[in-house]
């Protein structure tokens, strides 16, 4: 497995959990060192890992880091299987599998969601794209960590388009959230009140149920940062140009994460639009 940040050092102790024997990869070191043990060994490099193994899970943060992985282990890996579930556009999946392709690798395409809780949790949806006999060969390898496994398509790159639609309305429901609440406050209304009533009604979400006691409570921990919320409503516009499709919402909520990432720390919680909202229309903190 290659990348062991918040989603994939999770995963990698789920895979670990349920009995499978693994090699890690991380530019980071010390990521690797409490997965390390009997079943897990690490990489010293890229080259290294793609001698020793025929699958490769792969969840990095952007294409140029999921290019740079793939040509390292080809110069080495011919053979096998590499998963990418790291989240890109679908037609830089096409790239990446016409570059594996060419050294005798295929590949699946394999985002995911849930979360960092559903990392942890071994809950996770996996988008698969794909052979279907490949996906039925390590529906029990992705079984370790996720609850929901669904063949979206027997091509690389209809994962990522999938995943593409999720994060487009990740997206534009957390905005709609951060409105929501800010609405409330200038109308003077008990915040948990308000939460609570729309849970029960038609105008909730899951982003909104998620969401929105971080907000009545002021918690912005991160969770799910806005310069990858932001990446992700990036590559769901891209995707919507590509086929031709309209993304009038999507387009403004990632007008608003981009503001947002460039008057807060990008590393902070997405949930920091809510604080954009609550600038524009003169809210102080509670």
Same mark, same amino acid.
């Not at 497995?1 to 499978?20: P, Q, V």
């Not at 959230?177 to 915040?191: Q, S, Y």
């Not at 995707?239 to 994460?257: I, S, Y």
């Given at each position: 497995?290659?990348?062991?940040?918040?989603?994939?050092?999770?995963?990698?102790?789920?895979?670990?959990?349920?009995?499978?024997?693994?090699?890690?990869?991380?530019?980071?070191?010390?990521? +690797?060192?409490?997965?390390?043990?009997?079943?897990?060994? =690490?990489?010293?490099?890229?080259? @290294? *890992?793609?001698?020793?193994? /025929? !699958?490769?899970?792969?969840?990095?943060?952007?294409?140029?880091?999921?290019?740079?992985?793939?040509?390292?282990?080809?110069?080495?890996?011919?053979?096998?299987?590499?998963?990418?579930?790291?989240?890109?556009?679908?037609?830089?999946?096409?790239?990446?599998?016409?570059?594996?392709?060419?050294?005798?690798?295929?590949?699946?395409?394999?985002?995911?969601?849930?979360?960092?809780?559903?990392?942890?949790?071994?809950?996770?949806?996996?988008?698969?794209a794909g052979e279907e006999r490949l996906?039925?060969?390590?529906?029990?390898?992705?079984?370790?960590?996720?609850?929901?496994?669904?063949?979206?398509?027997?091509?690389?790159?209809?994962?990522?388009?999938?995943?593409?639609?999720?994060?487009?309305?990740?997206?534009?429901? +957390?905005?709609?959230?951060?409105?929501?609440?800010?609405? =409330?406050?200038?109308?003077?209304? @008990? *915040?948990?009140?308000?939460? /609570? !009533?729309?849970?029960?009604?038609?105008?909730?979400?899951?982003?909104?149920?998620?969401?929105?006691?971080?907000?009545?409570?002021?918690?912005?921990?991160?969770?799910?940062?806005?310069?990858?919320?932001?990446?992700?409503?990036?590559?769901?516009?891209?995707?919507?140009?590509?086929?031709?499709?309209?993304?009038?919402?999507?387009?403004?909520?990632?007008?608003?994460?981009?503001?947002?990432?460039?008057?807060?720390?990008?590393?902070?919680?997405?949930?920091?639009?809510?604080?954009?909202?609550?600038?524009?229309?003169?809210?102080?903190?509670?």
């Amino acid at each position: 497995m290659i990348g062991l940040g918040a989603m994939g050092h999770s995963i990698a102790r789920n895979i670990l959990d349920h009995g499978y024997s693994m090699v890690l990869y991380d530019v980071r070191p010390e990521a +690797m060192e409490d997965l390390t043990g009997p079943r897990a060994s =690490a990489a010293a490099s890229l080259q @290294d *890992l793609g001698e020793k193994v /025929d !699958t490769v899970l792969v969840i990095v943060n952007t294409f140029p880091q999921c290019r740079g992985v793939l040509e390292g282990l080809l110069e080495t890996m011919d053979r096998g299987v590499v998963i990418n579930m790291s989240t890109i556009a679908m037609d830089e999946a096409k790239a990446l599998e016409e570059l594996a392709l060419e050294k005798g690798v295929r590949m699946m395409d394999c985002p995911v969601s849930g979360g960092t809780a559903g990392a942890k949790q071994g809950t996770l949806t996996v988008m698969a794209a794909g052979e279907e006999r490949l996906l039925e060969r390590y529906r029990p390898l992705f079984s370790s960590f996720a609850a929901n496994i669904v063949h979206v398509g027997q091509r690389v790159g209809q994962g990522q388009a999938v995943k593409a639609i999720n994060q487009l309305l990740v997206g534009v429901h +957390m905005c709609a959230a951060a409105e929501a609440f800010t609405l =409330a406050r200038k109308c003077g209304l @008990d *915040l948990q009140m308000v939460y /609570d !009533t729309i849970r029960a009604s038609a105008g909730s979400s899951r982003i909104f149920e998620n969401r929105g006691q971080f907000l009545i409570d002021r918690d912005f921990s991160t969770r799910s940062t806005l310069q990858i919320q932001l990446k992700d409503t990036d590559i769901a516009c891209r995707t919507a140009n590509l086929v031709g499709a309209p993304t009038f919402l999507c387009g403004t909520a990632r007008e608003l994460f981009k503001l947002s990432a460039s008057k807060f720390p990008p590393t902070d919680d997405s949930i920091e639009v809510a604080r954009l909202y609550e600038e524009l229309c003169g809210l102080g903190e509670q």
